[in-house]
């Protein structure tokens, strides 16, 4: 095998397959990247069993010239540790006697050792069937607004992770808890699914696709079988999905509120911020939110700690003007950082009943918190 290949862009799609792996695999093989050179192309090839990754050159892109095919497995933090050493624009890469990689360039050669690639296991990318196109961009921020609602810990495993749902012309992704929902609609571009589809994507899957999504362009989502793969321009990312229904959260939200408050979203924000009060053992406060005489007065108070009161005067109301409820203030601090509008709005039935935010500015956003209950 022999190629050379631009060291900077080869850098760029080593890191995107080293990333995944689990150094603390009982499978020696799958600690390494599969390098596959074809005759037109080069492919590079990581798992870890639950998340794969598959980034794939075409001749002449990255300045790719093949002189030899052939495969090698390496030890991606070595070879990324040598190319990052190397001043040379474009590196060759060379395999001998399948045991050693050679890389050099104009003054100087590195050899390393490599894995036997024969070990390697036959991973199958799916990337055909019923699939969806959305702006890489949207879907980026439309993850990082609803990650914030999953539990990685949660002994439903459903809810381990974000839902990913295409139904009544609309795809949603959704993240829940059972304390807190968040909701977001995007639009796509194209789709090849008559009706509807739904999977669930790991907590760890979702956090590996926020990091290879580009703030650029499009990418296509693609759902088969136990997977979920997401082709991202020369890179396919596959993931299994958890198994199980997720709750049907539309009974969650409520559609009739008797109180609105509109409020500006950074001074609210700032708000409540300061309720949150700063402690050695991680408690959370809880806040109070009391709506009376066009006022809104927060509470909160920690044992040992102190005590916080404010009132705030900054605000519309639609509706009920007498209010009284409680909950968890990361939650809500959480859920104000995912809105980019000037203004909000908290949505109230009573103090029992959940908590919605949202924006007139932005209505493909929903957040849901619980309300806590305090003698």
Not at 57 to 63: P, T
Not at 95 to 103: K, R, S
Not at 254 to 270: A, E, G, L, W, Y
Not at 274 to 297: C, F, G, H, Q
């Amino acid at each position: 095998m022999f190629f050379s290949i631009n060291r900077i862009a080869l850098i760029e799609e080593i890191n995107k397959c080293n990333r995944i792996i689990d150094i603390k695999t009982p499978s020696p093989s799958i600690t390494g990247i599969l390098i596959d050179v074809n005759i037109d192309s080069l492919s590079l090839t990581s798992t870890n069993t639950v998340v794969s990754i598959k980034s794939l050159v075409r001749l002449n892109e990255m300045n790719l010239n093949i002189k030899q095919v052939g495969s090698m497995l390496i030890k991606g933090k070595y070879f990324l540790d040598i190319l990052k050493k190397m001043d040379d624009d474009i590196v060759n890469i060379s395999c001998v006697e399948n045991n050693v990689a050679v890389l050099s360039g104009k003054k100087l050669e590195f050899s390393l050792n490599i894995l036997d690639f024969n070990e390697y296991p036959n991973l199958a990318f799916r990337e055909k069937g019923d699939s969806i196109n959305v702006n890489c961009f949207d879907l980026k921020k439309a993850l990082n607004q609803t990650i914030i609602s999953v539990n990685e810990w949660k002994q439903k495993i459903v809810l381990s992770g974000l839902n990913f749902a295409l139904k009544d012309g609309a795809f949603y992704i959704t993240g829940t808890d059972g304390y807190r929902v968040s909701r977001k609609r995007l639009n796509f571009w194209s789709t090849n699914i008559e009706n509807k589809f739904e999977t669930n994507i790991p907590y760890r899957s979702v956090l590996e696709i926020i990091k290879l999504l580009p703030d650029n362009g499009e990418c296509k989502i693609v759902i088969v079988d136990s997977y979920t793969s997401i082709v991202i321009n020369n890179t396919v990312f596959q993931t299994t999905i958890l198994e199980g229904q997720f709750p049907d959260v539309n009974a969650v939200f409520p559609s009739d509120f008797n109180t609105t408050i509109f409020v500006d979203n950074k001074k609210f924000f700032k708000l409540i911020s300061r309720a949150d009060l700063p402690n050695d053992d991680n408690s959370i406060p809880v806040v109070n939110m009391i709506l009376e005489d066009e006022k809104i007065i927060i509470k909160s108070s920690i044992h040992q700690v102190g005590s916080f009161e404010e009132t705030f005067e900054e605000f519309e109301l639609k509706g009920i003007d007498s209010q009284s409820i409680s909950f968890n203030s990361k939650y809500l601090i959480d859920s104000l950082k995912t809105f980019e509008t000037k203004t909000l709005e908290i949505n109230l039935i009573d103090s029992k009943k959940p908590i919605v935010i949202s924006s007139a500015e932005d209505d493909s956003l929903s957040q849901i918190i619980l309300p806590m209950f305090t003698s």
